[in-house]
């Protein structure tokens, strides 16, 4: 046989191989892009889709993610799936704007993409799923910390990056509902930016810089980890206690130490749950517009409201009581 | 009876030119694209589709950019950390020269002139003051983009006008991107400065030794500020790209790139000690990362695993020649 005739051979395989694979698109299958591979949070949020996929019967799950939290990164990733010809993208961004060109360059392809959790900017997305609402996080946060200090007293936010959207909506949100906690004194935000050294020496700065620190309050789980072992290096457990968003099977430690007295995290299964069931109905057809209330299987339905986008549930408070139950789900 | 000396030939090269061509670098490069290049389409049915490449190539186009003139700076024997960094002052400039409602063309030279200015100031550092460059360029690092979380903090400028967004997001023919043919053009015209002409035999005099340089009448000064202008230049550029195809600015924007560059320089054979290396090669070493990330993405394998192929790569890489020269040495 002829090299070019083998060549000719290979390139027709290629042909029929794509062909085929064309054909059997009756399997949907939709993309988890998460902000960075690794991260506890999202290794549950692919749980719950994996448990969708079940449900659903014709859904391949791909769950995929940059290495590090760079729009950058995310941008390549949803290049990759674009390629790929997927049916839809479910994303919970690193940057609400940066995602939005190549995320629309998806739509334009007739893939459906929803964000979840991170949002993305309105003309990137067709919906974007909230855990929660912003106000009761913001609010929960705050009361998570005001319950366990009863004379009051400073308090400090360890963040993420200053760019990440959700914390700083929560933060915003925590900050307007200040003055219904009277004792509560905000006196500083800093930011950790995700990163487990960097988090852990923002918090030390936090211990050393106000000595009448009450508490900490971190809405990440990043965050809320590296301050409460900052509380513990620096001998302050009792003295500050360390609060926000975290994974109960990362801070089944700290609680049981007494570094954490509670916390609060939506259930990350259901949020991966409930994105995969969003995602594969929109892509059946169902019609993201405002008003619209599109079900999310046993997370019941979501309703739009005039920025195409939907809470799912409220926050829910883990202490002593229920760690051990939980830590070992995620 | 005496014998007449036959006539000695010494020479010129020990090998003849085209054993010496099979033997380079530039060919193991070669055979390595072609070698990812032939895997991919085996791997995946969607390699080989003349849009999907065309997308792929956004992976590599800005760094390669910087990598052209971080290749001549490497082989003068200095580097230069903070070219992400300009990329984000870049861009922010280019923000506030939007919101102050200028066009297109001004935003494109405020980019372009911030680039050169940032060079500017690490030449004048290195160069006229002689510090050393990794040192300058750590500092310069965190200064330029500290000025972007300065004037950004956690927001985004975003809006830019419809026309600027051709630069990263246009087509000049078919499926050739303005980057992909800019990436062509800057390539040859740094193959030209480097290989054919003086300035570009300076360059490795400098890298060699710069003291036998000054002695044999080149103004090393004058060469090192150049290629650090000439650095910041092409970040001003690849600033462009980018916030033209991201469609936003914040000061997150291309954090970290400034590592990959350096791995697309060394990987590219240009030796780290400085005095030799090719644009060939590092034109070669960016279709390589291009090709090797666009695949793993379309195969969905985590972005770790491609960042320990990408490092074992350049450790082999690093590794081979030194153990390819024991071997001979037996």
């Known amino acids: 046989m002829s090299i070019l005739r083998k060549a000719l051979t290979t390139a027709a395989m290629t042909v029929a191989l794509m062909a085929a694979t064309g054909a059997h698109a009756e399997t949907k299958r939709i993309a988890l892009v998460v902000k960075a591979l690794g991260i506890g949070f999202f290794e549950a949020a692919n749980k719950g889709a994996e448990e969708a996929a079940k449900e659903l019967g014709d859904v391949e799950i791909i769950y995929t993610g940059p290495t590090d939290t760079t729009a950058e990164g995310q941008i390549e990733v949803i290049n990759s799936l674009i390629a790929q010809g997927v049916d839809a993208i479910a994303i919970s961004a690193n940057d609400p704007d940066a995602v939005a060109p190549a995320l629309q360059k998806a739509m334009e392809r007739d893939i459906t993409v929803i964000s979840w959790d991170s949002g993305v900017a309105k003309e990137g997305r067709q919906m974007h799923l909230n855990p929660s609402s912003s106000a009761l996080i913001g609010n929960t946060i705050i009361k998570l910390a005001a319950d366990h200090m009863p004379e009051g007293g400073d308090v400090a936010i360890l963040s993420a990056t200053s760019t990440s959207t959700n914390q700083n909506i929560w933060i915003e949100e925590a900050t307007k509902v200040l003055p219904n906690y009277p004792g509560v004194n905000l006196v500083a935000t800093v930011y950790g930016d995700d990163l487990a050294d960097k988090s852990y020496r923002e918090a030390q700065g936090l211990i050393a810089t106000y000595p009448n620190l009450k508490a900490i309050i971190a809405p990440t789980t990043v965050g809320i980890l590296a301050a409460s072992q900052a509380v513990t290096d620096a001998g302050k457990i009792g003295a500050i206690n360390v609060t926000g968003l975290g994974l109960p099977s990362e801070m089944a430690g700290a609680v049981a130490s007494g570094a954490t007295k509670s916390f609060a995290i939506w259930n990350p299964i259901d949020l991966g749950y409930a994105a995969t069931m969003l995602a594969y109905n929109i892509s059946n057809g169902a019609k993201a517009e405002p008003g619209a209330s599109i079900p999310m299987g046993r997370m019941g339905a979501a309703t739009l409201d005039d920025n195409n986008e939907a809470a799912m549930s409220d926050p829910f408070t883990y202490d002593a009581s229920n760690i051990e139950q939980f830590k070992s789900i995620f | ?330």
């Open chain 2, 1 to 330: 009876m005496t014998t007449k000396p036959t006539p000695r030939v010494i020479p010129d090269r020990l090998t003849s030119p085209l054993s010496r061509a099979l033997r380079s670098w530039e060919a193991l490069l070669f055979a390595v694209a072609v070698a990812v290049f032939i895997a991919n389409s085996f791997a995946s049915p969607y390699f080989l589709n003349a849009w999907n490449l065309s997308d792929a190539t956004f992976n590599f186009t800005e760094k390669a950019m910087i990598a052209f003139a971080m290749a001549l700076l490497i082989i003068a024997g200095e580097i230069d950390l903070s070219v992400a960094s300009i990329i984000a002052l870049a861009s922010t400039v280019m923000g506030l020269v939007m919101t102050a409602g200028f066009g297109t063309p001004e935003i494109v030279l405020a980019g372009l002139a911030t680039g050169l200015a940032c060079g500017a100031l690490n030449g004048f550092f290195v160069a006229r003051l002689g510090l050393p460059s990794i040192v300058v360029t750590i500092g310069t690092m965190s200064l330029f983009r500290g000025i972007s979380y300065i004037v950004l903090g956690d927001q985004a400028f975003t809006g830019y006008p419809k026309d600027f967004a051709y630069f990263g997001q246009g087509y000049v023919w078919w499926v050739f991107s303005f980057e992909l043919v800019l990436f062509a053009v800057l390539a040859i015209g740094f193959y030209i400065l480097l290989h054919r002409t003086n300035f570009g035999r300076a360059v490795y005099a400098i890298g060699n030794n710069p003291t036998a340089a000054l002695f044999s009448g080149i103004r090393v000064e004058r060469v090192r500020f150049i290629l650090f202008l000439l650095t910041g230049l092409m970040s001003g550029i690849a600033a462009v790209c980018l916030t033209s195809r991201l469609g936003s600015t914040r000061p997150s924007i291309a954090t970290g790139m400034e590592l990959e560059v350096v791995t697309m320089v060394v990987l590219g054979g240009v030796s780290i000690l400085g005095g030799s290396g090719s644009i060939p090669g590092v034109v070669l070493a960016a279709i390589i990362m291009g090709l090797v990330t666009f695949g793993f993405g379309l195969l969905n394998v985590p972005g770790i695993v491609m960042s320990i192929f990408l490092g074992l790569l350049l450790i082999g890489t690093i590794a081979l020649p030194r153990l390819a020269k024991g071997l001979r040495r037996g």
